[in-house]
């Protein structure tokens, strides 16, 4: 039972980390919001799809 919970909570770290890496990034704001929906909407694959395929932030910029 403590495992799900530790988890959960994981799963909801990585999300907000996603969700403000889509904010802080160059992309369009309608792209922004799209990417923040399918983070919300769908937690861990729309995290495992932003890994993948998201705008990325300014920062990560070589």
């Not at 919001?33 to 910029?61: D, E, M, N």
Request: no cysteine.
């Amino acid at each position: 039972m403590e495992f799900a919970g530790i988890g959960g909570f994981i799963i909801l770290v990585l999300d907000i980390w996603a969700i403000v890496s889509i904010l802080s990034s160059g992309a369009s704001t309608g792209s922004k919001v799209l990417w923040t929906l399918l983070v919300l909407i769908l937690p861990v694959l729309g995290f495992i799809i932003w890994l993948i395929a998201g705008p990325k932030s300014s920062r990560a910029t070589v």
